[in-house]
């Protein structure tokens, strides 16, 4: 008989819904499924290559069905009973010789909810180490801490995706929606169905930028350039909306201040952007009726994403273009997770329902939810890169990694990888054997997407509760189950007493209730029923918030702010050495370092191998043939991949995706300067020199 699941695919923000179909006989195959779309999701029923293959990955035959421990160098099957025994031993022992902070956790933005609040309460409660932190932080940091600073609040859409066809003008800056998220582009198409005019600020023609009406071209690193010019046309001509500023903002008499100062043809200069672009694309957005604005790595990636995302809201707000109906800001999430899973804990400074871990009443009020008293909470740790440089250091001792391969998603990774090797522990929750699980001395099998009961709320703030669709197989356990079997070893477990992934849910509930991200009147009862709710959602019989800032933004005096920040480029200057500038991104059938993606053959099949896009007039100038190998080196490591040439690319900027590991890992290239507001490494912006393999 053919099994129907209900499930919602895990590769990215969207969360799209879907049934999938398994052909008798076929549940540990990799054919015999159908993957359809359900109509009444964010997606409106449609699923991308991912979605539509996803399945092909949890019934991978490389699934890890039960524990492995290290022996005499090899990781060899052992029970859970020792695995687990093992974990809690050894973490015992090295944080009685090294102290607490000697064992760090390192989350990742796949996690459900109830996983992210069971791993952040973990570390903090069960191990009581202040060392955890998350790999969102290279994901939405930038956007979350300025949606923080001006609004008062992150959640990445301002607005429900359904009012986008509403937008007259969109900007989309450094985000390449049709394949990062490709059902959400029939919202734009709708758009511009409707006569919206639309925006895409991208060093490459994207797959996205063939939807734009106007193509800005910018060089890498000069975003927030780029809008203090369209801000400096926008205030010259009079289009900015007064009575907004006036009556919703502070701070705007300095940011008018300095955008006096501002020469238009030195930022077209900066920017490789005309000025008559310049002009077309602020007058377009600035006198348009309604417009939406939406930032992702591109502009977020840098050592100051923080301001480049702010200048993007100074713009928003300046025009008033938020608050009401198909006006507003959206940061693209990537991650599947990664809106709920920075709300509730696995950062390094923060609590559930995005508490502060620094405020005395946040952790007070988060402290009697645990049932400890305040004075127990570790304090605030330090960011994932800065965890790995603990690490290399030899400060951190031990490693609980979960759901994420750091060995690959950092920058710098070769430094990274010999911190992981230096490890005296490592412990790795994983479906497959990472190219990080391979260093672990336990290995932990999880349940995938199709097993694993719980929340994920979308890129739109919108909880969705993601039924269980088939019994785990093998030994696998769920991530949140391994933590409660860890903290009873530890002697914690009178803190972790879950039965189920909604017992956690209603612990975090409480935890939220009155925090920024407020999920209190949200209940898998109401979920069940409802299409999804958006936070905050104070009360059972509130319906949640679908449109923020109507009448007030989130700051205590129900302002937004403006923020002054300094025309500069961003990111590793080009020199002789090292002439051109790398930057980095996503292709359509991958999902985050590849880990599940390269194990599903329709996926990996559409790009067995990683490459570097490039020029054709910048190829020949360094000898480089079209699918020659090439070697891409920065100052911190060299890439080996295989050239492709587009002219949808600036001559004077190289792009790799980052999907692979070993030697196609474009971090060993990568510029991990950090942005002192977020912690967010300089991914998009890394000073390189290509060489052929052959003249090597
Ligand atoms: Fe939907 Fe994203 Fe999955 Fe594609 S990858 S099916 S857009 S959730």
Known sequence: MTLTMNTQCPFCSVQCKMTVEIAPGEARQRSGFQATGVPNAASEGRLCVKGMNAHQHASSRDRLLYPLVRKNGELVRASWEEALDTVAARFSAIQEAYGRDAVGVYGGGSLTNETAYALGKFARVALRSRYIDYNGRFCMSAAA????????????????????????????????IAECQPTLMPYFIRAKENGAFIIVIDPRATATAELADLHLQVKPGTDSALVSGMLKVILDENLIDSAFIQSRTTNFDQLKADLLRIDLEGIAELTGVSVEQI?????????????????????????DGHMA????????????????????????????????????????????????????NDRAFVAKVWGIPPEELPGKGVSAYEMMELVYKEQIKALFVMGSNP???NPHASMVEE?????????????????????????????????????????????????????APGETLHDWQILCSVAERLGRGTYFPFKDAEEIFNELRKASQGGIADYFGITYERLRREEGIYWPCPSTDHPGTGRLFERSFAHSDGLARFQTVPVASQGEETDGEYPLIMTNGRVLPHYLTGVQTRRSPVLAAKFVESFMEIHPLTARKHRIEDGALVR?????????????YSDKIREDTVFIPMHWGDAQNVNLATNPELDPYCKMPDFKVSAVRVRPLAEE
């Open 145 to 176: 801490s300025a949606g923080v600073k001006t609004f008062g609040i992150d959640r990445g859409l301002t607005n429900q995706l359904s009012e986008i066809p509403l937008a007259e003008c969109i900007i989309l800056a450094g985000t390449n």
């Open 279 to 303: 002009r077309a694309a602020a007058v377009t957005y600035a006198k348009a009726g309604t417009g939406m604005v939406f930032t992702a790595r591109g502009v977020e990636q840098h050592a």
């Open 309 to 360: 995302v702010r200048n993007f809201l100074n713009m928003v707000l300046a025009t008033g273009k938020i608050g009401r109906e198909g006006c507003g800001y959206g940061a693209v999430t990537g991650q599947g997770n990664g809106q709920g899973g920075r709300e509730h804990g696995q950062k390094a400074d923060q609590l559930p329902g995005y508490r502060s871990i620094e405020n005395e």
């Open 407 to 409: 060995v690959v998603s």
């Open 419 to 471: 911190g992981i090797r230096k490890l005296d522990f490592l412990v790795v929750a994983d479906m497959f054997l990472s190219e990080t699980a391979k260093y672990a001395d336990i290995v932990l099998p999880v349940t995938s997407y199709m097993e694993n009961e719980g929340t994920l709320t979308n890129l739109e703030g919108r909880v969705l509760l993601r039924e269980a669709a088939r019994p």
């Open 632 to 644: 891409v080196s920065s100052k911190r490591g060299t890439v080996t991949v295989r050239s492709r």
